[in-house]
C-alpha cells in the first residue's frame, strides 16, 4: 500500500503538472492576428484546392508556385533521410520531400496548417529557422518558420504529425 507521504506526493506531482499544461496552452497565441508576419499568401495557398500532391519521398524539379499536398508514413516507417532534430511518438506521422533546385537564394517561409517538426537540409547541413511564427484558432494555418535558402538542392522533411497528409507552402518573403 502506498503511504500517506507518497500519496500526497503523488498528487502534488500531478497538480504540478496539469498547471504546466494548462500554463503552457494559454501562452501559446491564439488567433490570426497573433502571427508576427502578414498571412495572406500562405493562407491563401494551403487552402486552395489546387495542391500539387506527392508521396514521402518524392522530389520536385522546383519549388511549386502551389502548395504541396504530401503523404505521409508511420513515423518508424518514414525513412527520413536525416534524422530530424526533434523525435516524435511513433504513433506520429512524418514524411520528406526533395527539391532538385531553389532557383534564388533568399528567406523563404515554410507554413503549415497543423502542428508538426520541420526540418530544411541543405548541403547535408540542417537549417537553424531564422524566425518562427505560429498561433492556434487560425483557420488554415498554425505556424510559419523562415529559413534562409541557398540556391540548389533542399530537402524538407515533416515529423510529429498527428494525420496521414500535410499540406506545406514554401514561399519566397516578400
Not at 525513412?79 to 520528406?96: D, Y
Request: hydrophobic share 45%; proline share 6%; aromatic share 6%.
Amino acid at each position: 500500500m502506498m503511504s500517506i507521504a507518497r500519496a500526497r506526493q503523488a498528487a502534488i506531482i500531478l497538480i504540478f503538472l496539469g498547471l504546466s499544461t494548462i500554463a503552457a496552452r494559454a501562452a501559446e497565441p491564439r488567433g490570426c492576428a497573433a502571427f508576427k508576419w502578414p498571412i495572406d499568401r500562405e493562407r491563401a495557398s494551403l487552402t486552395a484546392t489546387d495542391k500539387t500532391q506527392l508521396a514521402s519521398g518524392q522530389t520536385l524539379d522546383a519549388l511549386s508556385t502551389r502548395a504541396i499536398l504530401l503523404s505521409l508514413k508511420p513515423a518508424a516507417e518514414a525513412a527520413l533521410p536525416k534524422a530530424p532534430e526533434r523525435s516524435s511518438a511513433p504513433e506520429r506521422f512524418a514524411g520528406f520531400v526533395r527539391i532538385r533546385q531553389v532557383d534564388k537564394a533568399g528567406t523563404y517561409t515554410v507554413a503549415l496548417p497543423a502542428p508538426a517538426w520541420i526540418d530544411a537540409v541543405q548541403a547535408g547541413h540542417t537549417l537553424k529557422p531564422s524566425g518562427f511564427s505560429g498561433a492556434t484558432d487560425c483557420t488554415g494555418i498554425r505556424k510559419m518558420v523562415r529559413y534562409e535558402l541557398s540556391a540548389g538542392e533542399l530537402l524538407l522533411q515533416v515529423s510529429g504529425v498527428s494525420t496521414e497528409t500535410i499540406a506545406l507552402a514554401i514561399l519566397p518573403v516578400e
